[in-house]
């Protein structure tokens, strides 16, 4: 791999959108020695603001994709909402990764969860439905409460809605029905579940994998606000998810790097929740925790590179997300006093704009425990003055 284009001299991955986690991979690109692009709607974005090679008229802007495909050896993406269609399309002039294919199997959250069970992978029991009574018959199936949920377009806990009980069933139907358009659904057995899990997995050209170690989220309104790692479970438990991380992703044939959100039931059994083909929130920590971060893997992966190692350099690590407290400037009035902490790293994603709930940065602490990791990271996410 990692042959320009003819007559170029240096090699540039492309990346389809401009948020914080194609800036992290950016920064891995650079570091490799290697030239970015960015596609993004709208200039000044965290990662366009690193490149000359930013496109701001967006992959729907035909002239604009064009010329973005133009500079790239090879194009990779940082979020799972564009459409198979486009991916198709750049894979006439260059490779993309995740295909057109995957992200055909993982949009969709039902032929997601569909794949998934087919290859005998544990998950929720879940339907389609269409009607009101379709998601009825769900409720005296499986009982209440029970989630509905869009099948596309969802992502912290947008396209979410528990069913306590029949009357909440038009409620959803309602809110997931504009100007007399209804969103397709899905209704998915609610988990009473003890924890919330999360592994990353890199998968490359060649078929090499690398697995990380697993980890709890802790939400916050939907959010993932608290990442733990290693996770507080058996090895056993660890060996099963990381088992069924892997199993994921072979399933949907992933080349890149991918997110397995999980939920360990109040029996001790996991399951998969579903899958994000990119880098993910919950990977955040490995850039100071693991020998290798997600960030890199993922470029690995996608150019023919031998994968890193996952292992973990430091017993525990607590990332806490820096969510949006006002709307406003996207500059913290002061972080003087978290600068201040040892072993804490800040990473800020020079989002222009704030509003409540939206990821601005992240900390990340280091320690013996994750119980010292995320009382050291709380306290300095908490100083910071907005």
Known sequence: ????????????????????????????????????????????????????????????????????????????????????????????????????????????????????????????????????????????????????????????????????????????????????????????????????????????????????????????NHICKVVLAPADISEEQQSTAQKIAIKCVESIDGVGVFGIEMFEDSNGKILVNEIAPRPHNSGHYTIEACRTSQYENAIRAITGLPLGSTEMITPAACMVNLLGERDGIGIPTDISKVLSYGNIKLHLYNKKTSRKGRKMGHVTALRKTTKEAYDIAMSAAQSIIW
């Open 1 to 220: 791999m990692l042959k320009s284009k003819k007559h170029k001299k240096t090699f540039t991955v492309g990346i389809l959108g401009g948020g914080q986690l194609a800036k992290m991979m950016a920064l891995d690109v650079y570091r490799l020695g290697l030239e970015v692009a960015i596609i993004e709607n709208g200039s000044n974005s965290p990662a366009g603001d690193m490149t000359k090679l930013e496109f701001t008229e967006g992959w729907h802007n035909k002239r604009n994709l064009d010329d973005f495909i133009k500079v790239s050896d090879i194009i990779t993406l940082e979020n799972e909402f564009i459409e198979p269609e486009i991916l198709e399309y750049i894979s006439n002039f260059v490779d993309v990764f995740p295909s057109a294919k995957t992200m055909r199997l993982v949009q969709d959250k039902f032929n997601q969860k569909t794949v998934f069970s087919e290859n005998h992978i544990p998950v929720p029991d879940f339907a389609s439905i269409d009607t009101i009574e379709e998601a009825y018959q769900f409720g005296e199936r499986f009982g209440y409460p029970f989630l509905i949920k869009t099948r596309t377009l969802g992502y912290d806990g947008y396209g979410n809605y528990t069913v306590k009980n029949t009357d909440d069933i038009s409620t959803a139907f309602a809110k997931f029905t504009s100007n007399g358009k209804q969103r397709k659904l899905m209704a998915e057995r609610f988990i009473n579940f003890k924890r919330e899990l999360a592994v990353m997995v890199a998968r490359s050209l060649s078929g090499e994998i690398a697995v990380y170690p697993v980890v709890e989220t802790i939400q916050e």
